[in-house]
Nanobody
Framework: QVQLVESGGGLVQAGGSLRLSCAAS????????MGWFRQAPGKEREFVAA????????YNTDSVKGRFTISRDNAKNTVVLQMNWLKPEDTAVYYC????????????????WGQGTQVTVSS
């Protein structure tokens, strides 16, 4: 079993920045591919970013490329989503997720989920 706890959400003005962190426990962190997803009110959950077990490979969805950066620290069992130049359309609950598979950009590929953290971007 893997436990994931997100932190760092909040309210920010458009153009601002937030840093989301996810702390993992319960399994060897370096064996997990990590991802961030988000769900806005009335919308389906969508993929945001993923990072490979080693941290060498990352991938962001098109809408956040150039603004969001995913990173991980395997020594500290944490994954971070640095969000810059935030837009009102980034408003959502953000979820950290983990999978034992080698890669994943779809929600069904992830086995473990955090409780979510709210990000609200005002215009």
């Amino acid at each position: 079993q893997v436990q994931l706890v997100e932190s760092g959400g909040g309210l920010v003005q458009a153009g601002g920045s937030l840093r989301l962190s996810c702390a993992a426990s319960g399994r060897t962190f370096s064996a997990l591919t990590m991802g961030w997803f988000r769900q806005a009110p009335g919308k389906e959950r969508e993929f945001v970013a993923a990072i490979s077990r080693s941290g060498v490979s990352t991938y962001n969805t098109d809408s956040v490329k150039g603004r969001f950066t995913i990173s991980r620290d395997n020594a500290k069992n944490t994954v971070v989503l640095q969000m810059n130049w935030l837009k009102p359309e980034d408003t959502a609950v953000y979820y950290c997720a983990a999978t034992l598979t080698s890669w994943g950009t779809q929600g069904h590929e992830y086995d473990y989920w955090g409780q979510g953290t709210q990000v609200t971007v005002s215009s």
